[in-house]
């Protein structure tokens, strides 16, 4: 990749410590996203711990095959998305864009799956709100547990969707040569956000649906 | 760029555990484990994410500036959590005052 000469600002020594700088960047901006999702993940262990049989029962009413498929193909699309980043330091530019396709696809389909997860939910009532569907003793916890169940996803789902989208412009420029092994930068990040995104679910899997004894 | 690379076999191999331990967890949950199986399920997850963390994100090969940043945003998460919930597990033991 003769043709991917890029400019090294005039701030920094080189290309190496430019990079760096793009890397340290990028991490004080997950920094910021771990204590983001971490707001819910206090609110989820502050209410689980309050009304325990609650969540259990909450947890029994998810789809325990749909999430574990979820988190195979989660994963599956990190693996794309570090055998992309390889591609691009080796310079294999058509290798690049295909798995940074494959990583699009295995993203979409991880989304596509959860709206089913979702629709399902709306078809049950388990959609906090009027109408929710559990009337028990436990109705307004497990209430509650959905309310923390929906946010927590959602807001990985949306981390999702704008990784898709900014997946797709790195693709179009890979496909262009923008990249190759003397500059990088843009997919090594696009896979540090990424991969961020998968460490949340690895969370979220066993705290949302295993819990309580399936 | 001296940019460490990483090779594929480790990227499939690091694969190859995730897969596994992913297995592990939804069979454990299966089990009934009482007060043993959210321990279980969330040593199992941290070594998932260490894993992802260290070898696809590559910060075993990233600089300490960025591995102390990174650890340092962990440590304030744990902070928030613990502080929070030495209050709400707490909270019963006094009773409330006046009642």
Redesign the interface.
């Known amino acids: 990749m003769a043709t991917t000469e890029h400019v090294v600002a005039h701030q920094f020594d080189d290309a190496e410590q430019q990079h760096e700088a793009s890397t340290l960047g990028m991490w004080l901006f997950l920094v910021t996203e771990i204590l983001f999702f971490g707001g819910l993940f206090l609110l989820y262990v502050a209410y689980r711990v309050t009304y325990p049989e609650a969540f259990v029962d909450g947890s029994h009413h998810l789809d325990l095959r749909l999430g574990t498929i979820n988190t195979v193909i989660l994963i599956g699309s990190s693996l794309t998305m570090a055998l992309g980043v390889h591609a691009a330091q080796v310079g294999r530019q058509r290798a690049l864009v295909g798995f940074l396709l494959l990583t699009i696809v295995l993203g979409s389909a991880f989304l596509v799956i959860k709206g089913f997860e979702y629709a399902a939910k709306f078809e049950h009532g388990l959609v906090p709100g009027p109408g929710f569907a559990l009337t028990g003793p436990l109705g307004p916890q497990v209430e509650l547990f959905f309310c923390i169940y929906f946010a927590m996803t959602a807001l990985h789902a949306i981390h999702m969707v704008i990784g898709v989208g900014v997946l797709a412009v790195i693709a179009m420029m890979a496909s262009r040569g923008a990249f190759g092994p003397a500059y990088f930068t843009p997919v090594e990040l696009m896979g540090l956000y990424w991969h961020f995104v998968d460490v949340v679910w690895i969370f979220l899997f066993p705290l949302l649906y295993l819990i309580g004894g399936r | 760029?001296?940019?460490h690379?990483?090779p594929?076999r480790v990227?499939?191999t690091i694969?190859a555990a995730?897969?596994v331990l992913?297995a592990l967890?939804?069979y454990v949950?299966?089990?009934?484990?009482g007060a043993l199986?959210?321990p279980i399920?969330?040593a199992?997850?941290i070594t998932?994410?260490m894993l992802?963390?260290l070898?696809?994100?590559?910060v075993r090969y990233?600089?300490g500036?960025?591995q102390i940043?990174?650890a340092?945003?962990?440590l304030?998460?744990l902070v928030?959590?613990a502080i929070?919930?030495a209050d709400?597990?707490s909270r019963g033991w006094l009773g409330t005052p006046g009642s």
């Open positions: 760029m001296s940019q690379i990483v594929v990227y499939v694969f995730l897969m992913t967890t939804v949950a299966t089990l009934e484990h199986s959210t399920a969330l199992i997850a998932k994410a992802v963390i070898y696809f994100m590559h990233s600089s500036l960025t940043s990174i340092t945003g962990v304030f998460l928030m959590i929070t919930m709400i597990v």
